[in-house]
């Protein structure tokens, strides 16, 4: 009778066990489905993803202001925000470099001696008492196998995690150079107000004057002097508060600094970004779109998610494991290094998971869950990120027509003011009149000064969401001439 070999029933016993191993993971799965984005494409703009990128650097150099751009390299140097995410960001690098180095095999010296002395009722041959020295020198080795790449996808879920970290950065960056410029803005804004007041208070006061002259000249009652005089203290509370807006301004802007509020007392008074520094181009490509970092790091975190669902399925199957070690053992400092003092060992050793309470299952199950999350928040970051631009770009064009046609109010205000005051110089016009035309000749400006500011404002955050900007199409040899 022929005998069967032993490596046949080992065989047999290693594939019933792989195929066990592997038929536990049957009924666990991922849900979710990343969304493509030129299915949510509009009339707005073609939404065709482009490979991840960097934002623009430095974009706000674009806005023509060398005041700001110092002021956002400052608050680039010295905001804990900023310091928060460069500190995260080196956190998961550090992870993946541990991660990397689980993959790399060991080695470890060791050296020591021992001093002993042994007690006579440990050695039955009357020999205790005596001291020795016991001398060991040894390498000692080990290495995992990686059998099925577990252990490379966990490295690389780890190096995604820190390119995400790193755009997350990127994103803390661009986040706080739009908040600084928009406070500028602010700031800009609050000073254009204070002006405002300040002109308006002069032509109170201007009004004052006329109205005693004609009350002196019998033209006005008392009653109307005194409605005057309470139109100049309203313009002087006006201005106190345009003041206390601009001290507010400054110190936001000191605090995205990283400065205290004294930081705010030391800003000079802003220049109005030019509104051709933001003018929307005449097509916006959604290129621009797979620019932006927290779009960017969503993708990166989707890889991660998938990496870790392979390392997880890897522990499902067996793996082999190799420890080494070598080196010299001896009591006698002369026989160190003799043959009779040589010691190595070599051991391989096989892990065969075969029952473990549903603990791989559940690391799995939560491993799916953990990426259905990633995708989720792709997928919200994606379509926020189209909501976003389509509503800026939308927002842009209504402020560009509410500006014109504010300015064409603003200037018919100034002309009727004009008139009404040389009328009621002149004795002809009553002071409803001009008390009703200059109070629409303040309005209307506050108005405009607050549309151009939003413009700025939404051309700014239009930026933003875009990941970094956008260039204004060159004009053609016929515009241009």
Not at 169 to 193: I, P
Not at 261 to 279: E, H, K, M, N
Not at 464 to 470: E, I, P, S, Y
């Amino acid at each position: 009778m022929k005998t069967m070999p032993l490596r046949t029933p080992l065989a047999l016993i290693f594939s019933a066990v792989l195929l066990v191993a592997c038929a536990s993971q049957e009924g666990l799965h991922t849900e979710g489905r990343a969304l493509d984005a030129a299915s949510l494409q509009g009339a707005t703009f073609t939404a065709n993803l482009s490979p991840a990128a960097w934002p623009t650097t430095d974009w706000w150099n674009r806005l023509g202001d060398p005041q700001l751009n110092a002021l956002i390299d400052e608050a680039l140097r010295s905001s804990p925000d900023l310091q928060v995410a460069d500190a995260r960001a080196r956190q998961a690098s550090a992870a993946a470099l541990a991660a990397d180095a689980q993959r790399q095999p060991t080695l470890d010296a060791n050296a020591n001696v021992t001093r002993s002395r042994s007690a006579r009722v440990d050695d039955p041959s009357g020999q205790g008492g005596r001291y020795g020295t016991l001398r060991t020198l040894s390498l000692d080795g080990g290495y995992r196998f990686d059998l099925w790449g577990g252990e490379r996808a966990a490295w690389e879920a780890a190096l995604g995690r820190a390119r995400a970290g790193e755009v997350d950065r990127q994103g803390a960056r661009l986040t706080l150079a739009a908040e600084v410029t928009r406070a500028y803005n602010d700031l800009g804004l609050a000073y254009a107000t204070q002006d405002l007041a300040q002109q308006d208070l002069k032509r109170s006061r201007d009004m004052l004057g006329l109205a005693r002259s004609r009350v002196d000249a019998g033209l006005d009652s008392e009653y109307q002097l005194q409605q005057t005089q309470s139109l100049e203290a309203a313009a002087e509370a006006s201005l106190t508060a345009a003041t206390g807006q601009v001290d507010s301004a400054r110190i936001r802007l000191a605090v995205l600094l990283g400065q205290g509020p004294d930081r705010g007392a030391t800003l000079p008074r802003p220049q109005l970004i030019a509104p051709t520094a933001v003018s929307l181009p005449a097509n916006v490509p959604a290129e621009l779109l797979g620019r932006r970092p927290d779009l960017v790091a969503a993708r990166w975190r989707v890889e991660a998610a998938t990496r870790d669902i392979d390392a997880s399925k890897a522990d499902f199957y067996p793996n082999l494991n190799l420890s080494v070690a070598a080196g010299s053992k001896s009591l006698l400092g002369d026989a160190m290094f003799g043959g009779a003092s040589r010691f190595f060992s070599v051991g391989p050793a096989l892990s065969l998971p075969i029952f473990d309470g549903g603990a791989r299952r559940a690391a799995l199950a939560g491993r799916n869950a953990d990426y259905d999350v990633a995708v989720a928040q792709y997928n919200q970051t994606l379509v926020g990120a189209l909501g976003d631009i389509g509503d800026g770009i939308s927002r842009i064009r209504t402020l560009e027509q509410q500006i014109e046609q504010q300015q064409r109010a603003r200037d018919i205000a100034r002309s009727s003011y004009d008139i009404a005051m040389q009328r009621y110089a002149d004795g002809i016009g009553n002071y409803l009149d001009a008390l009703s035309v200059e109070q629409q000749l303040l309005q209307s400006e506050r108005q405009l000064a607050n549309l151009r500011a939003e413009r700025i404002d939404a051309s700014v955050l239009l930026m933003q969401a875009l990941g970094g900007g956008f260039e204004a199409a060159a004009p053609s040899p016929t515009s241009a001439r």
